[in-house]
């Protein structure tokens, strides 16, 4: 199981059991930068997932984001190795 399948997983558990996250945003291009933005997890694919941000927009983001940790899920750090 590769670390993209683990997320995916992670991801997938979260969206079922707590949907409702906090999300850390570090993009250079378009320069972006969130700290601890509250945010509702709206749907979960294969190859990424959707966000809807506290003023009701919608983003897709790609697990590899999570990876790299240029997006980062609070929730998914917390208690989990």
Known sequence: MT???????????????N???HVNVSIA???TTVFNEPAVIKAVYPQ???IEDKHGE???MKYTDLLTKNI????LNIGIN
């Open 19 to 21: 949907p409702d996250v």
């Open 48 to 50: 990424l997932f959707r």
């Open 58 to 60: 919608m983003h897709t």
């Open 72 to 75: 980062e899920i609070r929730e």
């Open 29 to 31: 291009t378009p320069k």
């Open 3 to 17: 670390a993209i399948d683990i997320i995916r997983i992670k991801m997938k558990n979260l969206y079922e059991t």
